[in-house]
């Protein structure tokens, strides 16, 4: 029991290290400090996991679909994200993918929240817009559409994503489990 508080303790400790690690390095357009930290991170993550068949293709999907709504988000005109990188224009900076993996890494901390839909939903609504807020104030995005209506379109995506992304976790431990 200690030791998987402390698993929970280290885990979000080094999530919301991250996440501020990525934001700042996004605000100066320097993104390597955050990518050295993620990368070892989901290594650790992997490493540390009971299921790493389960987890690494639930980190591959969460690399996959979360950056494809940064592009809509973009190609849609709702936000436009800063970046000197030399990426082609409708890809999301380096940063955005780094975030995505960081939170693909952590979905195992709202496993609390299987079976509880509709909380997973309002959660990841609040949490998903309030969590781009936090990129536009740190100076990693800026708003093109009214604020509210950009809330409206995000939160309702992430109160999609976040109990997608929670019953995805609880699948595929228990698909890879049984096929071990």
């Known amino acids: 029991m200690r030791g998987l508080f402390l698993n929970r303790v280290f885990s979000t400790a080094i999530f919301y290290i991250g996440w501020i690690v990525c934001l700042h390095e996004a605000s100066i357009e320097h993104s390597y400090y955050g990518l050295l930290l993620v990368l070892s991170f989901m290594g650790y993550y992997l490493f540390r996991s009971s299921c790493r068949k389960a987890d690494s293709l639930l980190l591959c999907l969460v690399l996959l679909i979360g950056p494809l709504s940064d592009i809509l988000y973009a190609q849609t005109g709702l936000l436009k994200y800063h970046s000197v990188h030399p990426l082609p224009p409708w890809l999301p900076p380096l940063w955005v993918f780094i975030l995505w993996g960081l939170f693909g890494a952590n979905i195992h901390m709202f496993s609390w929240l299987n079976r509880r839909w509709r909380?997973?939903?309002?959660?990841?609504?609040?949490?998903?817009?309030?969590?781009?807020?936090?990129?536009?104030?740190?100076?990693?995005?800026?708003?093109?559409?009214?604020?509210?209506?950009?809330?409206?379109?995000?939160?309702?995506?992430?109160?999609?994503?976040?109990?997608?992304?929670?019953?995805?976790?609880?699948?595929?431990?228990?698909?890879?489990?049984?096929l071990s």
Request: proline share 5%.
């Open 119 to 178: 909380l997973a939903a309002i959660l990841g609504a609040i949490g998903g817009s309030f969590s781009y807020l936090s990129v536009v104030h740190l100076g990693g995005a800026s708003l093109l559409k009214p604020l509210p209506l950009t809330l409206t379109v995000i939160g309702g995506i992430w109160g999609i994503f976040l109990p997608v992304f929670i019953w995805l976790n609880g699948y595929l431990n228990k698909r890879f489990r049984t």
